[in-house]
């Protein structure tokens, strides 16, 4: 499986991210499916079918990437 853009993932996370917060404050049918749009692509990306694995695994190979200079940008938390 080839390694995705971190600078992809770290969008897709960022974005998946605002979504869940923007659901949580006021659901619309919209950002629903935009939502799932985005947790499909997550899970495509890392090769998972559940969300929560494909974001470890995000955050996996950002930290990898980070560790590489491979990608450049806001340090992650932790």
């Known amino acids: ?6 600078k992809v993932v770290r969008k897709l996370l960022t974005r998946y991210a605002s979504l869940r917060i ?3 404050e006021r659901p619309t049918p919209a950002a629903a499916r935009e939502l799932a749009e985005v947790t499909r692509g997550l899970c495509a990306m890392t090769g998972t ?3 929560r694995e494909a ?3 995000a955050d996996a190979l950002l930290i990898r990437a ?3 200079g491979e ?3 806001l ?3 932790g």
Not at 1 to 6: G, Q
């Open 1 to 6: 499986m080839p390694v995705p853009d971190p």
């Open 22 to 24: 923007a659901q949580a």
């Open 49 to 51: 079918a559940d969300v």
């Open 55 to 57: 974001i470890a695994r």
């Open 66 to 68: 980070r560790g590489t």
């Open 71 to 73: 990608e450049s940008g």
């Open 75 to 77: 340090p992650l938390a």
